[in-house]
């Protein structure tokens, strides 16, 4: 079992830049990979980024490749999201999640535990 708290959320102009923090308790990040989804208003939940149980490998969604970057310290049970040149259409809630699959890590089925979402509001 993993809890996870996501934090870091906020309202910001385009251009601007964020960055979510995602505390774990619980099992260490370590025993997952790792993954930030998001979700807007009337659409389906969608993958973001995520990274690997070991940190060597990090994948990203086309949307975001370029300006986003994960990243995790395993020594504080802390994962990020480094959120630079935001755009109106980045406006969302941002949800940490954890799987234990260490192949499907992009998918939304594939995730065992999520955090509470944080709001991400991009103005323009």
């Known amino acids: 079992q993993v809890q996870l708290v996501e934090s870091g959320g906020g309202s910001v102009q385009a251009g601007g830049s964020l960055r979510l923090s995602c505390a774990a308790s619980?099992?260490?990040?370590?025993?997952?990979?790792m993954g930030w989804f998001r979700q807007a208003p009337g659409k389906e939940r969608e993958f973001v980024a995520a990274i690997t149980r070991s940190g060597d490998k990090t994948y990203y969604a086309d949307s975001v490749k370029g300006r986003f970057t994960i990243s995790i310290d395993n020594a504080k049970n802390m994962k990020y999201l480094q959120m630079n040149s935001l755009k109106p259409e980045d406006t969302a809630v941002y949800y940490c999640?954890?799987?234990?699959?260490?192949?499907?890590?992009?998918?939304?089925?594939?995730?065992?535990?999520w955090g509470q979402g944080t709001q991400v509001t991009v103005s323009s």
């Open positions: 999640a954890a799987t234990y699959s260490s192949i499907f890590i992009m998918n939304v089925r594939y995730y065992n535990y």
């Open positions: 619980g099992r260490t990040f370590s025993s997952y990979a």
